[in-house]
């Protein structure tokens, strides 16, 4: 699926990628998914509950190896690679969205956002102005001092948007990021991931909802841990 895009370079490659769970019992919880996600594609992922989303996620986030077929993360085979090298990969590569924000409720936005940069090896002095420009682009400039506990459901959402993309990821992976938001505050966030899209960022989001689905260029269903494409008209 999808390697009709010649000239950008492929992000998410995957090959008969499938990983079963050992059990008792044992269960394949994705079978030969074959995918190819090159740079700056809006991507959309649905399925039933237990249809095998997260286990997708999982494999595509570098946080579990597929226990057959390859996983190529900008041209990097993943399988094999040692513990730590999938960390650092996984921490350069993939900023992470969650439905449920994961901010720290003592630090401030600004914080929150520098936190990320921690751990890539960015010099203590760079983080404070890394944090504020990435704060700057999700549209929360006035609030970079804020704690999260005085921010609206949206406003959280923009800081953990923020704090993955802090690091320059070649990857934006979003698990139900509008799972808590009212229809429209949801309607904004999608926004700023297509505004995000527009300037070049590679965006793969997982949701239940339909709605949320049809604003991917391309939406993969997982149905019974197979994952199929409806290409669209
Ligand atoms: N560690 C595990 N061992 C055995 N089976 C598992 C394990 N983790 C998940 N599964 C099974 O694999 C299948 C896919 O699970 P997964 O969590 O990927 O589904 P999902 O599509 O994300 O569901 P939901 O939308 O409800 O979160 C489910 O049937 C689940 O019960």
């Known amino acids: 699926m999808g390697d009709d895009q010649p000239g950008r370079p492929p992000v998410i490659e995957l090959r008969q990628a499938g990983l079963r769970y050992?059990?008792?019992p044992p269960f394949t919880a994705l079978d030969g998914c074959d995918l190819t996600v090159h740079q700056g594609e809006f991507v959309t992922v649905v399925g039933p509950s237990g249809a095998g989303k997260s286990t997708f996620l999982n494999i595509v986030g570098l946080l579990d190896i597929p226990t057959r077929g390859s996983y190529l993360l900008d041209g990097?085979?993943?399988?094999?690679l040692r513990d730590r090298d999938r960390t650092a990969l996984r921490g350069q590569r993939i900023g992470?969205?969650?439905?449920?924000?994961?901010?720290l409720p003592h630090r401030t936005a600004v914080e929150n956002v520098a936190?990320?940069?921690v751990y890539n090896g960015t010099p203590r002095k760079a983080r404070g102005d890394l944090a504020r420009q990435a704060l700057l682009r999700v549209g929360l400039g006035h609030r970079v001092e804020a704690l999260p506990t005085t921010l609206s459901g949206g406003e959280r959402q923009r800081v953990a948007i923020?704090?993955?993309?802090?690091?320059?990821?070649?990857?934006?992976?979003?698990d139900e990021p509008t799972g808590n938001l009212d229809t429209a505050t949801a309607d904004t966030i999608l926004g700023l991931l297509e505004d995000l899209n527009?300037?070049?960022?590679?965006?793969?989001?997982?949701?239940?909802?339909?709605?949320?689905?049809?604003r991917g260029c391309r939406t993969l269903t997982i149905r019974d841990g197979k994952m199929t494409e409806r290409v669209k008209e």
Request: glycine residues 8%; aromatic residues 8%.
């Open 115 to 117: 936190l990320a940069l």
């Open 96 to 103: 992470f969205v969650f439905q449920s924000f994961h901010l």
């Open 198 to 214: 527009q300037a070049g960022m590679t965006v793969l989001v997982i949701t239940h909802d339909t709605a949320v689905a049809q």
């Open 76 to 80: 990097f085979d993943t399988v094999n």
């Open 162 to 174: 923020a704090r993955a993309l802090v690091g320059g990821p070649s990857l934006l992976l979003c």
């Open 22 to 24: 050992p059990g008792p």
